[in-house]
Nanobody, 126 residues
Framework: QLQLVESGGGLVQPGGSLRLSCTASGFTLDTYAIAWFRQAPGKERELVSCIRYNGINTVTADSVKGRFTISRDNAKNTVALQMNSLKPEDTGIYYC???????????????????WGQGTQVTVSS
């Protein structure tokens, strides 16, 4: 069974940091593009960042550019999202998604993904 499990969420004060992890089980990530999405209360799920299978090409939303960094460790079958300088508007449930593709410019999308995680809550509040 293909599974993604997110971890590392929690409550943090504005300006703080969190590191989210997305770990795969039942398959290896080395041929998958991985994306992080988030969904705030009452809002649609949106793409935060994506890293292609080769680890070279990445995409980051303008709202988090310069603050969030995505990385992957295929040996550990894990993708991480380092979140710094967190703001209250970063609050939401963070999901990772995987798409099996070697296309260098393709990411998982809301409509096209092979596997989704169950999500981890991130709350930024004083």
């Amino acid at each position: 069974q293909l599974q993604l499990v997110e971890s590392g969420g929690g409550l943090v004060q504005p300006g703080g940091s969190l590191r989210l992890s997305c770990t795969a089980s039942g398959f290896t990530l080395d041929t998958y593009a991985i994306a992080w999405f988030r969904q705030a209360p009452g809002k649609e799920r949106e793409l935060v960042s994506c890293i292609r299978y080769n680890g070279i090409n990445t995409v980051t939303a303008d709202s988090v550019k310069g603050r969030f960094t995505i990385s992957r460790d295929n040996a550990k079958n894990t993708v991480a999202l380092q979140m710094n300088s967190l703001k209250p508007e970063d609050t939401g449930i963070y999901y990772c998604a995987a798409r099996d593709t070697r296309e260098p410019y393709v990411c998982p999308s809301l409509l096209v993904a092979d596997v989704w995680g169950q999500g981890t809550q991130v709350t930024v509040s004083s």
